[in-house]
């Protein structure tokens, strides 16, 4: 191959038919496309580079995904307490009678499934054992009636919203909404009539409350609950025009959970 150099002292041009020496050195001179971008980057469309950037972009971003994922609890929490429960009328008939528990401490079990980070699927149920009273009886005004109990049971599910960084001890607000049956059962004595009744009914249930978490595994809840359910007519007290009706049921409560 023929080299090109200065002759010396003359300014002249001259041709050798030698390589001029490379002292180990190689000259490479880069190909690019007239816009000044690679061929490989030349040959794709602005929406492939557009795509392939947000592909490397998620491949990047899953690492992070999966730790916030993993700190969020995914365990089986079984919570158990106590609080108050009261009542509106269950039953009413002509003249003013009416038949409605009289506040009482109430226990109360659930236990919760997530099926989302922010979902859960909750079994519950809880117990009391008022005192009726019987009111706008005539000449009398109103009888207790002892020896009431009370049950509820449902399925909720749980939508949870967390109050701090996400991490398996963060206080969450929860609201739920569900459907599960309502029973009671009465043995007492009114005017002389003996009562023994017991009926199930449906009932829907609506709850909200606040989740605080000592530990991992320990923590409190606080909620409160509202039954909803209509009560089946008392034979017994059929000759008193006694029916049943619609009417709410409040639980306050506070439980100690731990997760399984």
Do not use: C
């Not at 002892?146 to 949870?160: I, K, N, P, T, Y």
């Amino acid at each position: 191959m023929t080299s090109v150099g200065l002759a010396r002292g003359t300014g002249q041009v001259l041709k050798t038919g030698r390589e001029p020496p490379s002292f180990g050195f190689r000259i490479v001179r880069s190909v690019t496309s007239p816009d000044r971008r690679s061929p490989y980057a030349a040959g794709m469309s602005r929406s492939q580079l557009l795509r392939r950037a947000r592909v490397a972009f998620a491949l990047l971003s899953m690492p992070a995904l999966a730790h916030a994922q993993s700190t969020l609890d995914s365990r089986v929490q079984v919570a158990v307490g106590g609080g108050l429960m009261t009542s509106g009328t269950y039953f009413s008939g002509p003249g003013g009678l009416e038949l409605a528990g009289a506040d009482a401490l109430a226990g109360s079990l659930q236990a919760s499934m997530p099926v989302h980070r922010s979902l859960r699927i909750v079994v519950g149920g809880s117990y009391a054992a008022p005192d009726f009273r019987l009111t706008g009886v005539p000449l009398l005004g109103s009888v207790g009636l002892s020896g009431a109990h009370l049950w509820f049971a449902d399925a909720a599910l749980r939508g949870q919203l967390p109050l701090a960084a996400a991490s398996p001890t963060a206080p969450v607000a929860f609201a739920q909404v569900g459907a599960g049956l309502a029973h009671y059962s009465v043995n007492a004595t009114v005017l002389g009539n003996a009562i023994d009744e017991s009926a199930t009914n449906f009932a829907g249930s609506l709850g909200v409350g606040l989740g605080l978490a000592f530990t991992e595994r320990l923590g409190v809840e606080v909620m409160a609950k509202d039954y909803i359910a209509s009560f089946k007519s008392v034979d017994d007290l059929a000759a008193f025009g006694v029916e049943g009706r619609r009417t709410h049921t409040l639980l306050l409560s506070v439980s100690a959970r731990l997760g399984l």
